[in-house]
């Protein structure tokens, strides 16, 4: 699957995901240092308790949670970035 321009539309998605997991890191680390406790800011959405199904037999139980921080969305712009630059 060839994105425009002949580069590879996977890879980008790859780096995008890894520029939110890093930054979702080193924000938690940074949530220590007052200096750096900026980069941590965010935001949390999504369910806050799981929803469970009882079948009987099979219980099943739902739940997505997901926190945008700034340092998140810094991984994301340098994913890409990064990704042009390839």
């Known amino acids: 699957m060839k ?4 580069k590879n539309s996977w890879a980008l998605f790859l780096m995008i995901l890894a ?4 930054g979702g890191f080193i924000g938690m680390l940074a949530e220590g240092v007052p200096a750096l406790s900026w980069i941590g ?3 949390s959405f999504g369910l ?3 929803i469970t ?3 009987g037999i099979l219980i099943i139980s739902f739940g997505l949670s997901i926190k ?7 991984g994301v712009v340098l994913a890409i970035i990064i990704y042009r630059f390839l």
Request: proline share 4%; glycine share 20%; charged share 5%.
């Open 3 to 6: 994105g425009a321009g002949g």
């Open 19 to 22: 520029g939110i997991v890093l």
């Open 41 to 43: 800011y965010g935001q």
């Open 48 to 50: 806050e308790s799981p």
């Open 53 to 55: 199904m009882n079948l």
């Open 68 to 74: 945008i921080t700034i340092a998140s969305i810094l």
